[in-house]
């Protein structure tokens, strides 16, 4: 992991594309502002995990041809 000192309004660049600014310290919380191109998609750590643990189950779970041709037919109208 690799650790980096910034102070308030101070930046740093991911890539060529990607910057990352100190906006704001209150107290022991630090207020960050990403610049990034709009294909970059960016997640809170805790939402990311919810996501793949959600993606993990989906991918879990077993759905019938009969379940499965329904939905298409409901899909269709």
């Not at 930046?11 to 600014?21: A, F, H, Y």
């Amino acid at each position: 992991m690799l650790i980096l000192s910034r102070k308030k309004n101070q930046s740093i660049i991911l890539g060529n594309d990607i910057e990352i600014t100190v906006v704001a310290i209150e107290g022991d919380q630090v207020k960050i502002g990403i610049n990034a191109p709009k294909h970059v998609e960016i997640l809170r750590k805790e939402i990311y995990l919810s996501i793949q643990e959600e993606n993990k189950r989906a991918a879990n779970q077993s759905i019938s041809i009969d379940t499965l041709q329904k939905i298409i037919m409901k899909k269709a109208d």
